[in-house]
């Protein structure tokens, strides 16, 4: 049964700082792997996907790479800024089945 | 492309009663999927369908939930007698299965259910 981890479940950090998400899964058996950043009681918003077949993703400030043999993704946010804060989750697509696995996401606090 | 969008927002009910939630996905995407996400943890699988088939279902869809899509449209997710440990908010999303990136997920903004 996958499960997904991510460290730190919280981070606050001062403006301008370069900082990195980690989400971990147990299950290397995965099909894409991607990131959604959440607004106090809102819904997702799809940030990055990497496909299994690809090392890392970017757009804009935001790089996201992924390691599957050793179970690691990170999400690295360049040049923070106070309308980052928010929680961010990862979710894992499996090979079989067809559902995503979530962490608990990291709630980022930037500060300005 | 106005998203997916989720009706009601907000739904406040005594327990015992019924509520039924509806998803309308992005008008091409073959899969729907709902999720429930309580405070301060990621969303928790509950099912999924690929145009009106419902392929499968999460062992946290109790007999009190049921789920249809209908003509593989709009999705209806209904909570029968409703008990205080359904407040969640419940979310859906949708996806192309086939789609470049494959099966990418869009959420819809969920609704927020209160059992008192």
């Known amino acids: 049964k996958q499960e997904v981890t991510q460290i730190p479940a919280a981070l606050s950090v001062p403006e301008g700082e370069n900082l990195v998400l980690n989400c971990s899964f147990t299950?290397?058996?995965?099909?894409?792997l991607q990131w959604f950043r959440q607004d106090p009681g809102k819904g997702l918003t799809s940030l990055l996907l990497?496909?299994?077949?690809?090392r890392e993703q970017t757009s804009g400030r935001l790089n996201a790479s992924l390691d599957k043999s050793s179970g690691r993704s990170t999400l690295y946010i360049a040049a923070s800024q106070p309308g980052d804060s928010a929680t961010y989750l990862c979710?894992?697509?499996?090979?079989?089945?067809?559902?995503?696995?979530f962490g608990p996401g990291t709630r980022l606090s930037v500060l300005p | 492309d106005t998203g997916v969008s989720q009706d009601p927002r907000h739904k406040i009910t005594k327990r015992g009663q019924n509520v039924t939630f509806r998803c309308d996905p992005i008008?091409?995407?073959?899969?729907l999927y709902w999720y429930r996400q309580t405070l301060g943890q990621g969303p928790e699988f509950l099912t999924y369908?690929?145009?009106?088939?419902?392929?499968?279902k999460s062992r946290l869809l109790s007999d009190r939930f049921s789920a249809e899509r209908p003509k593989g449209s709009f999705s209806t997710l209904e909570i029968q007698r409703t008990e205080q440990g359904d407040s969640a908010m419940y979310l859906c999303?949708?996806?192309?299965?086939?789609?470049?990136?494959?099966?990418?997920?869009?959420f819809g903004p969920g609704t927020r259910l209160t059992v008192l």
């Open positions: 999303a949708s996806s192309l299965y086939g789609g470049d990136p494959y099966n990418e997920q869009f």
């Open positions: 299950d290397s058996a995965i099909y894409n």
């Open positions: 990497i496909q299994s077949s690809q």
């Open positions: 979710a894992a697509l499996n090979n079989y089945g067809q559902n995503f696995v």
């Open positions: 008008s091409e995407h073959n899969r």
């Open positions: 369908f690929q145009n009106e088939a419902q392929l499968e």
